[in-house]
């Protein structure tokens, strides 16, 4: 069962229980949310809504998800191109080192 936890991001306090996450990590999680938040309403100071304040922090959580995706996904992709030479690389060992095929 998964713990009750109150944290505080900006003004707001709430209650949030979080499936693997322990109480350490879900406060942690709030003060990075909280933080940005902070910034965006200093980079938005035209803008009072705090509903927006919270959508524009989705979008930049996001957009960094995102970026973290790619470049996850491209990592992935030259470890399994540079797996598969040095696997190329090592069956035309082999074959050299055999002399029998």
Do not use: C, Y
Request: no cysteine; aromatic share 2%; charged share 30%.
């Amino acid at each position: 069962m998964n713990e009750k936890v109150e944290v505080q991001i900006g003004t707001r306090r709430l209650v949030v229980e979080m499936e693997g996450w322990t109480p350490i990590e879900i406060n942690a999680l709030a003060q990075k949310v909280s933080e940005r938040v902070v910034e965006m309403q200093s980079h938005n100071s035209s803008v009072a809504d705090t509903s927006k304040i919270a959508l524009l922090v989705a979008l930049s959580f996001a957009a960094e998800l995102n970026r973290e995706r790619s470049a996850h996904d491209m990592t992935r992709r030259l470890l399994e191109n540079k797996a598969e030479s040095l696997s190329e690389s090592l069956r035309d060992s082999l074959k050299i080192a055999d002399p029998k095929e």
